[in-house]
T-cell receptor, first 114, second 113 residues
Framework: DAGVIQSPRHEVTEMGQEVTLRCKPISGHDYLFWYRQTMMRGLELLIY????????DSGMPEDRFSAKMPNASFSTLKIQPSEPRDSAVYFCASSYKRGPYEQYFGPGTRLTVT | AQSVAQPEDQVNVAEGNPLTVKCTYSVSGNPYLFWYVQYPNRGLQFLLKYITGDNLVKGSYGFEAEFNKSQTSFHLKKPSALVSDSALYFC???????????FGKGTSLLVTP
């Protein structure tokens, strides 16, 4: 298994531009999570999906952030418009079913907004 | 509400010595507890988890963790540290009825030769 796949690995963009981060979860996993990691705030859960349905988006910082999961093998996190304070590493993770299952993380996307 | 505390920002250990990375938690009911490791420019890797039963949990790369319910702690341990263990370690907690993990801020482990 290839694990959780994220693209791009690095993204540099100018303030005001739209940014789209992509994630392919592990096949067969029912849950998908988006996290953001910064030095100041550590790891923060942004949103998670169960069977492609968003369950909890209370961690999404603003309306500028949106996430979709059109099918079981693909999810996007979009920021529009982007701001310098959005600079962070964004991780996607997936897990199998409900229960005491660990989450498997992708390599992350390092976003820099100038 | 659930929370995790990792009281040490950094732990320094000499190679070959035992190591401990501390974690305490606050959660209603009996939790699921996890340890993850993050190497530079990489995602988090799962090390071990506590679900129920034996308080000593064994995981990957020779790591183990001890669950202590009375002290609400879940400390990560390894009998003999390796330089390659140097990384950022995260403790995480999850309520049994919940879905999302709540991570601590992380502890940087530095193992010196």
């Amino acid at each position: 298994d290839a694990g959780v796949i994220q693209s791009p690995r690095h993204e540099v963009t100018e303030m005001g531009q739209e940014v789209t981060l992509r994630c392919k979860p592990i096949s067969g996993h029912d849950y998908l999570f988006w996290y953001r990691q910064t030095m100041m705030r550590g790891l923060e859960l942004l949103i998670y999906f169960n069977n492609n349905v968003p369950i909890d988006d209370s961690g999404m910082p603003e309306d500028r952030f949106s996430a979709k999961m059109p099918n079981a093998s693909f999810s996007t996190l979009k920021i529009q418009p982007s701001e310098p304070r959005d600079s962070a590493v964004y991780f996607c993770a997936s897990s199998y079913k409900r229960g005491p299952y660990e989450q498997y993380f992708g390599p992350g996307t390092r976003l820099t907004v100038t | 509400a659930q929370s995790v505390a990792q009281p040490e920002d950094q732990v320094n250990v000499a190679e070959g010595n035992p190591l401990t990375v501390k974690c305490t938690y606050s959660v209603s009911g009996n939790p699921y507890l996890f340890w993850y490791v993050q190497y530079p420019n990489r995602g988090l890797q799962f090390l071990l988890k506590y679900i129920t039963g034996d308080n000593l949990v064994k995981g990957s790369y020779g790591f183990e963790a001890e669950f202590n319910k009375s002290q609400t702690s879940f400390h990560l341990k390894k009998p003999s540290a390796l330089v390659s263990d140097s990384a950022l370690y995260f403790c995480a907690v999850r309520e049994r009825a919940g879905y999302a993990l709540n991570f601590g801020k992380g502890t940087s482990l530095l193992v010196t030769p």
